[in-house]
């Protein structure tokens, strides 16, 4: 079956980069018309979409992190990575890798809706503390 496991720091001082990695077994990240996210939900809010990567490497971000978010990907791991630059301790939140598919329309308000999400992976707690 499908499984997304996340990895990376659990602490991040502010000002620094959170750089976090999304491993995928069962299925690739090239195939058609799937898309993989990365989630965030702070203590106490909702969830809150950072982020896509399309099967065919486009990218798309939430328009209120943009300036600081980068998502790219290495198809040889079938991962992929989101950086988070100038965290500030609102940023702590527990992260989510997600996949949403197949789509062929409407990408973009899917993506930044967590119901259309079938796959996620269990998330890691990433604190913004100095």
């Known amino acids: 079956q499908v499984q997304l496991q996340e990895s990376g720091p659990g602490l991040v001082k502010p000002s620094q980069t959170l750089s976090l990695t999304c491993t995928v077994s069962g299925d690739s990240i090239t195939s058609n018309y799937y898309y993989w996210s990365w989630i965030r939900q702070p203590p106490g809010k909702r969830r809150e979409w950072v982020g896509g990567i399309a099967y065919s490497g486009s990218t798309w971000y939430s328009p209120s992190l943009k300036s600081r978010t980068s998502i790219s990907r290495d198809t040889s791991k079938n991962q992929y990575t989101l950086q988070l630059t100038s965290v500030t301790p609102e940023d702590t939140a527990v992260y989510y890798c997600?996949?949403?598919?197949?789509?062929?329309?409407?990408?973009?308000?899917?993506?930044?809706?967590?119901?259309?999400?079938?796959?996620w992976g269990q998330g890691t707690q990433v604190t913004v503390s100095s």
């Open positions: 997600a996949r949403m598919g197949p789509i062929t329309y409407n990408v973009y308000d899917s993506l930044r809706d967590a119901s259309k999400y079938n796959i």
